[in-house]
């Protein structure tokens, strides 16, 4: 079956954002310098889905205020939320995914030194998917995704703090994350046979799917010269980082470490501002350890082959295992800027190829990687539309031979 997936915004750009300045006595500043304090507010509700997740609506939303020397601001809160809903086999209607999140980052606990962000979240999936361990994984004969026999259900709330001392050009991050996460397998399905499988081997990867949370302790360090947070137009954004799970509470218990590796390089093609920018991004997600079936699909808090941030056009959670590499280029070309309302809006067009590769375990296993070169692609395109220096909208259409159609995706910011 072919996946359409659609979005329609119903409020864009100028209509959606503003900016206002704070009255003072001083002369005004010639118009190229920052302004001395100015509030930037960005909204956006929209409405689409696709039919893996069903249809429904939601908004993306940030606040962010401007001062003079402290960049790239003071501070900034940024909110989405979303709700899907989809008729289920026996005609009732289900909700299969919810999801809400709300974050602030204060960059100058010491000015231009040391930061603070804190982040809460609540995410519901109700049809999750799983096809299988490995790179190999393939859909039996006769089923398609969005099949019961694929899908389990997860609900995952999160609160998180990190810290970040960034005396440009180095960056070093450290902080504490906690999840408590409920699963629910139903019986009969692809996941419920493979917890019980007769391999030793894949039981032991994918653990066991009673309740438990997941204490984490995160440290980073990077090397980051990019000239603009938003919207880079060259430089360097390398990163390390590090998460420590010493133990989970609750009935499962898993134990693991992540090693998150990646290198953004931003070069402009042609100079005049953002004209022409190619961006580059390769990335690698190691897991140690026995980590739980939900971090098996994942790379930097989201999923690595498939989904809006990983290999686009591939859908989200179809490949599982402890080793990923992907990689990621964009042409970002920028067609109008202009102000409007007191902000400068900006529209753009991105080009953009993903690809990747994943294995279940450091230990050969043919019958679940296979033994190919087995690299999952994606390609497509998108619209960029930026409102002042905080806010960029993107959405992105993207095709993978292994989607069965084309996806599309709506999230505030590049994917890198």
Do not use: C
């Not at 030793?200 to 990077?222: C, I, M, T, W």
């Not at 010269?225 to 509470?249: F, K, M, S, Y």
Request: overall charge neutral; cysteine-free; aromatic content about 12%.
């Amino acid at each position: 079956m072919a996946r359409l997936s659609i979005f329609l915004l119903t409020l864009l750009g100028g209509l959606g954002s503003f900016r206002t300045a704070a009255a003072t006595d001083a002369e005004p500043a010639p118009a190229a310098s920052a302004p001395a304090n100015e509030t930037e507010f960005s909204v956006v509700p929209f409405v689409g889905g696709s039919s893996d997740v069903g249809f429904g609506g939601g908004y993306i939303a940030s606040l962010a205020q401007l001062r003079a020397h402290h960049d790239p601001y003071l501070y900034r809160i940024d909110t989405s939320g979303s709700v899907t809903f989809k008729k289920a086999q026996d005609g009732d209607l289900r909700v299969p995914y919810a999801d809400v999140f709300l974050r602030w980052k204060f960059p100058h606990l010491i000015r231009n030194q040391l930061g603070l962000e804190l982040r809460a979240s609540y995410t519901r999936e109700t049809n999750l998917g799983y096809y299988g361990l490995g790179n190999a994984a393939r859909l039996p004969d006769g089923l398609e995704r969005g099949d019961p026999f694929f899908e389990h259900s997860r609900v995952h709330p999160t609160l998180r703090a990190m810290l970040e001392y960034h005396p440009r050009p180095f960056v070093l991050s450290w902080g504490f994350s906690y999840t408590e996460n409920w699963l629910e397998v139903p019986e009969g399905t692809l996941l419920a046979n493979d917890l019980g499988s007769e391999r030793a081997y894949v039981r032991e990867l994918l653990g066991d799917d009673r309740p438990h949370g997941v204490p984490k302790f995160s440290f980073a360090a990077g090397w980051d010269t990019r000239d603009d947070e938003v919207a880079p137009v060259r430089g360097w954004n390398i990163t390390e980082q590090l998460d420590l799970v010493p133990g989970t509470l609750g009935e499962a218990r898993h134990r693991f470490a992540r090693w998150n590796n990646a290198v953004h390089v931003y070069v402009p093609l042609i100079a005049r501002q953002r004209r022409l920018v190619f961006a580059l991004r390769v990335g690698s997600d190691l897991l140690f350890g026995n980590a739980p079936l939900d971090e098996l699909p994942r790379f930097d808090e989201s999923f690595a082959l498939g989904g809006s941030k990983g290999v686009r056009g591939v859908p989200a959670q179809r490949y599982y295992g402890k080793i990923k590499l992907l990689a990621n280029a964009e042409l970002r070309g920028e067609l109008i800027s202009l102000h409007l309302l007191g902000v400068e809006r900006r529209l753009g067009l991105v080009a953009f190829a993903d690809t990747g590769r994943l294995w279940a375990d450091y230990t050969a296993h043919p019958d679940l990687d296979g033994s190919s070169l087995g690299l999952k692609y994606g390609f497509g395109g998108g619209l960029r539309i930026a409102s002042g220096k905080t806010f960029m909208l993107r959405f992105d259409l993207a095709w993978s031979p292994e989607g069965g159609g084309p996806s599309g995706y709506l999230l505030a910011g590049h994917m890198f």
